[in-house]
């Protein structure tokens, strides 16, 4: 209960309403590297479990929340799962590839010259004549002329070059359902022993392999919510039944480059925050968005807009991927990717706006109703009661100017909050004015300043889900 017992003294003027997601890798595996990753602007951290051992894991996590104690803000951990391993597999040759030469692929085969090329995923079972089999992330791109006796044959589309253990991409292949893997099922298995706020599921097709998640989730007892992974043709497709199963969305604009139309990766990116903000689900712009901090302390122009144009969007979240797990430049991406943030949000030029959708429920209701009397009275901040975090979230899918302050009793609702829009969230012990006393002790600690105004929101029952009736106008003496 102690977690936000204290904590940085930022004025709510300089809160960022963006989030940052970073991943946590080699290049930080220390605690004062994920100390530094927080006190920088670290909303999130992702554990990329297609690298490292549970024991390892199990440090990052100790580590990052330990540091969330030290520093006094709360974070959310994100397991991502690695899903079907969809790669070449071993091969000491480098293979020279030449339009129209004819390609064969074995599951776990040994390379011989001239012979089938290994993979870490039985294809066989899956794909078919006609289907396209990208190779190297869509730099040698085939076309399946048949299957036969377990072995793939594919008609190479261009010249190129192959190397071990690259990835494949099948933008037409149907995996049926088949996208969570053993070694999934032993790490969200795992993962349902640690202090996991959400699980990152890769390869998402359909909404059923949201729902096949979530019934492992609740059979393991685990609390995560799940963040599916739009990185398929399939999920483009698929999109709006993706975004009412789950609990949030990231943009992994990698494979998805690869499996659609590299320019329609602008567009599809648009939809999904647009999706995200209509059904209250937080979205996260992932991949490259500082890639040359891999390896350059200065991010290009192009990054820079990137990353802005992301916050100018509606993103809940911008994320780091090789910058902080890999990177020579870990803790300066996080710099700069909270001076961008901050920058476009006090500079904003346009206010983008999507299809309009009326929520007639009680809960959009009353969320709309705040976001009138903060508006028309000019609040500071407006600071809400919550137990699941639904209140904060459907206020901060309306994208409001100000802060939006919650105040639960629920640890896990405490870190999942971390990565909400615009959302700065507190523990407190259940109490009919905790609203109130977490405003006085913002005020105390400089967080908040005599005669700003704040709009609370509570409930008759207070720690009860779904009660939230009551909104008060305050101005701080």
């Not at 940052?20 to 990753?37: H, K, N, Q, R």
Request: proline letters at 5%.
């Amino acid at each position: 209960m102690k977690l936000t017992e204290s904590v940085p003294n930022v004025p709510i003027k300089d809160f960022k309403r963006t989030k940052i997601v970073a991943t946590v890798g080699p290049s930080t595996d220390s605690y004062e590297a994920v100390l530094d990753l927080i006190k920088n602007g670290a909303n999130g951290l992702r554990l990329n479990f297609s690298h490292g051992t549970h024991a390892e894991h199990g440090q990052r996590i100790k580590w990052i929340r330990k540091a969330s104690k030290e520093f006094g803000k709360p974070v959310a951990i994100i397991q991502d799962l690695q899903g079907p391993k969809v790669r070449l597999g071993d091969f000491d040759a480098i293979i020279n590839v030449n339009t129209g030469q004819s390609l064969q692929f074995k599951y776990n085969g040994t390379y011989k010259e001239g012979g089938p090329i290994p993979t870490q995923y039985d294809l066989s079972k899956k794909v078919k004549r006609g289907e396209r089999l990208y190779l190297y992330d869509g730099k040698v791109r085939t076309t399946v002329t048949s299957v036969k006796d377990g072995i793939v044959h594919a008609r190479a589309e261009n010249d190129g070059i192959l190397l071990k253990r690259k990835g494949m991409n099948l933008p037409d292949t149907d995996f049926g359902g088949d996208i969570i893997t053993k070694k999934d099922i032993e790490d969200l298995t795992y993962g349902s022993t640690q202090d996991i706020d959400y699980v990152a599921l890769s390869f998402v097709q359909t909404a059923s392999d949201i729902d096949d998640l979530r019934k492992r989730l609740r059979n393991l007892n685990s609390t995560a919510k799940i963040i599916a992974k739009i990185e398929t043709a399939a999920a483009v497709e698929n999109l709006e039944e993706i975004v009412q199963a789950t609990d949030g969305l990231m943009i992994a604009r990698g494979d998805l480059a690869v499996e659609t139309p590299p320019e329609s990766v602008p567009i599809v990116q648009r939809k999904i925050i647009g999706l995200g903000m209509r059904y209250g689900k937080p979205t996260i712009v992932a991949t490259q968005m500082l890639a040359s901090m891999t390896d350059m302390p200065e991010p290009t122009r192009a990054e820079v807009s990137d990353v802005a144009t992301a916050v100018l969007l509606g993103a809940d979240c911008v994320m780091l991927s090789d910058e902080t797990a890999s990177g020579k430049y870990p803790i300066e991406a996080v710099k700069i990717m909270k001076r961008v943030i901050r920058y476009t949000e006090n500079n904003t030029p346009l206010k983008v706006t999507y299809p309009d959708y009326e929520d007639h429920t009680r809960q959009g209701s009353i969320s709309r109703a705040i976001l009138s009397l903060a508006d028309s009275i000019q609040a500071r901040a407006i600071v809400t009661e919550t137990r699941s975090g639904a209140t904060a979230q459907q206020i901060a899918t309306r994208r409001p100017p100000i802060p939006v302050i919650a105040v639960t009793s629920d640890v896990r609702t405490l870190q999942q909050l971390a990565v909400i829009y615009g959302v700065k969230s507190y523990v407190r012990p259940v109490d009919a004015h905790a609203a109130e006393k977490l405003t006085a002790w913002l005020q105390t600690n400089k967080v908040l300043h005599k005669g700003d105004i704040v709009v609370t929101v509570s409930g008759q029952y207070p720690g009860v889900v779904g009660t939230t009736d009551t909104i008060k106008v305050r101005v701080l003496e």
